[in-house]
């Protein structure tokens, strides 16, 4: 069900969300956070279909606020209920003109009561979301540094900026390569990587999230560089770690299969895939403690980096 709500404002949208979830039998009972979606750039139906997908694994309201300063002034509304929101409910706010200037207020008459707040800015993030109106009464603050067009300076700044509860989609697309990665050490034989080298298209900040990781818990010389990206490698196309007995090698092969190649041991194809942003959000939603990791990653290991060569 899809309710259009024009010209309106807020406690009607209130009303008119409790009137939709009786009249259609749902019930608010188990929702177990508030997704706030922030976009800049217009309605990012994208992005709604990841926040549905996600709410089959975390029952959630979401609300979506649409930022459009430019624009005549006034609120307008859609309430997206059963089908048409997964097994969320969706509240999608076009804030034109001078209502777009306090974001907060906006929102804060939908929250859910005692729930956690999550924001997520798909496109176009605050400087420092932390301290952002929405960003202030999130639990957790999700951007992706990937969306274009792409800064070679945005990590230093989700550093530079980097507060408890801040995470980034670059670094959850990297959650296969770092299992397959730790995988491999935690066999024998037990020797120390003594370098290592990574290899990522210029369009993919993850490829400096990999680099810093490993720079940070190796503690061994690192050396990364860009490649021109073709149809299907623009992330991650290659990892290599030196050790006295020769390299170990996880190389991209295909989009969704990759090669590991080790030393006196054959070749091994992995199904690699890249990872959907419906995957990646589900997995961010999963915890709403701080990624500590992920922070010392961005900050500690960041700076432990040279500048990419190319």
């Given at each position: 069900?899809?309710?259009?709500?024009?010209?309106?404002?807020?406690?009607?949208?209130?009303?008119?969300?409790?009137?939709?979830?009786?009249?259609?039998?749902?019930?608010?009972?188990?929702?177990?956070?508030?997704?706030?979606?922030?976009?800049?750039?217009?309605?990012?139906?994208?992005?709604?279909?990841?926040?549905?997908?996600?709410?089959?694994?975390?029952?959630?309201?979401?609300?979506?606020?649409?930022?459009?300063?430019?624009?005549?002034?006034?609120?307008?509304?859609?309430?997206?209920?059963?089908?048409?929101?997964?097994?969320?409910?969706?509240v999608v706010l076009r804030a034109r003109g001078a209502a777009a200037g306090n974001q907060e207020s906006l929102i804060n008459g939908l929250l859910l009561p005692d729930a956690p707040v999550v924001a997520w800015w798909p496109d176009d993030?605050?400087?420092?979301?932390?301290?952002?109106?929405?960003?202030?009464?999130?639990?957790?603050?999700?951007?992706?540094?990937?969306?274009?067009?792409?800064?070679?300076?945005r990590l230093e700044q989700l550093g530079s900026g980097y507060e408890p509860g801040d995470t980034d989609l670059a670094w959850t697309r990297l959650t296969h390569w770092r299992e397959q990665l730790a995988a491999v050490l935690d066999q024998?034989?037990?020797?120390?990587?003594?370098?290592?080298?990574?290899?990522?298209?210029?369009?993919?900040?993850?490829?400096?999230?990999?680099?810093?990781?490993?720079?940070?818990?190796?503690?061994?010389?690192?050396?990364?560089?860009?490649?021109?990206?073709?149809?299907?490698?623009?992330?991650?196309?290659?990892?290599?770690?030196?050790?006295?007995?020769?390299?170990?090698?996880?190389?991209?092969?295909?989009?969704?299969?990759?090669?590991?190649?080790?030393?006196?041991?054959?070749?091994?194809?992995?199904?690699?895939?890249?990872?959907?942003?419906?995957?990646?959000?589900?997995?961010?939603?999963?915890?709403?403690?701080?990624?500590?990791?992920?922070?010392?990653?961005?900050?500690?290991?960041?700076?432990?980096?040279?500048?990419?060569?190319?």
């Amino acid at each position: 069900m899809i309710v259009d709500l024009p010209d309106t404002t807020v406690s009607t949208i209130a009303k008119k969300l409790v009137s939709v979830r009786e009249e259609g039998g749902a019930v608010a009972l188990g929702r177990v956070l508030t997704l706030v979606i922030v976009s800049t750039g217009g309605l990012d139906e994208e992005a709604i279909d990841a926040a549905n997908a996600a709410s089959r694994e975390h029952p959630m309201r979401v609300i979506v606020l649409v930022v459009e300063p430019d624009a005549p002034t006034g609120l307008d509304a859609q309430i997206r209920v059963g089908g048409d929101a997964g097994a969320s409910e969706v509240v999608v706010l076009r804030a034109r003109g001078a209502a777009a200037g306090n974001q907060e207020s906006l929102i804060n008459g939908l929250l859910l009561p005692d729930a956690p707040v999550v924001a997520w800015w798909p496109d176009d993030p605050p400087t420092d979301t932390a301290h952002s109106p929405i960003g202030r009464i999130a639990k957790r603050r999700i951007t992706d540094a990937s969306t274009e067009p792409f800064s070679p300076d945005r990590l230093e700044q989700l550093g530079s900026g980097y507060e408890p509860g801040d995470t980034d989609l670059a670094w959850t697309r990297l959650t296969h390569w770092r299992e397959q990665l730790a995988a491999v050490l935690d066999q024998p034989p037990f020797e120390p990587v003594t370098a290592v080298t990574v290899v990522g298209a210029g369009s993919s900040p993850s490829t400096g999230l990999l680099a810093a990781w490993l720079r940070l818990k190796l503690d061994v010389a690192m050396q990364w560089h860009y490649t021109d990206a073709d149809e299907w490698a623009h992330g991650i196309r290659s990892v290599t770690l030196s050790r006295s007995s020769g390299d170990i090698v996880l190389e991209r092969t295909t989009a969704t299969d990759a090669t590991l190649t080790q030393p006196g041991q054959p070749t091994h194809d992995i199904v690699l895939p890249r990872r959907s942003l419906r995957e990646c959000l589900a997995e961010e939603l999963r915890r709403l403690d701080p990624d500590l990791l992920y922070g010392r990653v961005i900050t500690e290991g960041w700076e432990l980096l040279d500048p990419p060569t190319r």
